[in-house]
């Protein structure tokens, strides 16, 4: 069966700092794959999807950027924090076509 | 630009209730629509997805319809229990690629 890791848990970085949130799946091969932020009371905003290996597209200019190093590996990351960036993130990957959305279990980061 | 709302923000009912939760969209051209269950401070589960060419869905105690032209979908839950108490989504497809997500409705099932 597939699976979706995501870490860390929980993270709490200075403004200014780097960021590197990882998403790994496994028992699958060539997926969607998918950053989301869920900040409160604004719902869930797509960041960034990929439908390959190193292809991302941005749906929000931003602070943030992803990679996809390998077919199973997505990356968010940012050069320097802002307070703005705290949040919810969220990766999640679909099958090909028309599938469903699976999600992790999200990162929650703090920036101080 | 799509548009997905949810109402009721947040429902309240005693354990065994029928209860049905309204999701409403702005563009009728939609690929399919999915509703997801969160748990706090947790991710998102896919319950039932409802392909744009689909009337309903059907997944145990739950039932999800959906209707474009009137850019209108609900989530049935038969005979709630407290485990059903969550934050429900829904989310419309609009490309291949992308989801637009409701705020979503906080449910609280009383024993």
């Known amino acids: 069966s597939q699976t979706i890791h995501q870490w860390p848990a929980t993270l709490v970085q200075p403004v200014g700092s780097p960021l590197s949130l990882e998403c790994t799946v496994e028992?699958?091969?060539?997926?969607?794959l998918y950053w989301y932020r869920q900040a409160a009371g604004r719902g869930l905003q797509l960041l960034f999807y990929?439908?390959?290996?190193?292809?991302i597209s941005s749906e929000v200019p931003q602070n943030l950027s992803a990679s996809r190093p390998q077919d199973r590996q997505f990356i968010l990351s940012s050069k320097k924090l802002l307070l703005s960036d705290s949040g919810f993130y969220l990766c999640?990957?679909?099958?090909?076509?028309?599938?469903?959305?699976?999600f992790g279990n999200g990162t929650r980061l703090t920036v101080t | 630009k799509q548009e997905v709302t949810q109402i009721p923000a947040a429902l309240s009912v005693p354990e065994g209730e029928n209860l049905v939760l309204n999701c409403s969209f702005t563009?009728?051209?939609?690929?399919?629509l999915q509703w997801f269950r969160q748990d706090p401070g947790k991710g998102l589960t896919s319950l039932l997805l409802?392909?744009?060419?689909?009337r309903e869905q059907t997944s145990g105690r739950l039932n999800a319809s959906l209707d474009k032209s009137s850019g209108r979908s609900t989530l049935y839950i038969a005979a709630s229990q407290p485990g059903d108490s969550a934050t429900y989504l829904c989310?419309?497809?609009?490309?291949?690629?992308?989801?637009?997500f409701g705020q979503g409705t906080r449910l609280t099932i009383n024993p």
């Open positions: 999640a990957w679909s099958a090909q076509g028309d599938s469903p959305l699976h």
């Open positions: 028992g699958t091969s060539n997926p969607n």
């Open positions: 990929s439908v390959g290996i190193g292809q």
């Open positions: 563009d009728s051209a939609i690929y399919n």
């Open positions: 409802i392909q744009s060419s689909q």
């Open positions: 989310a419309v497809g609009q490309g291949a690629q992308k989801l637009v």
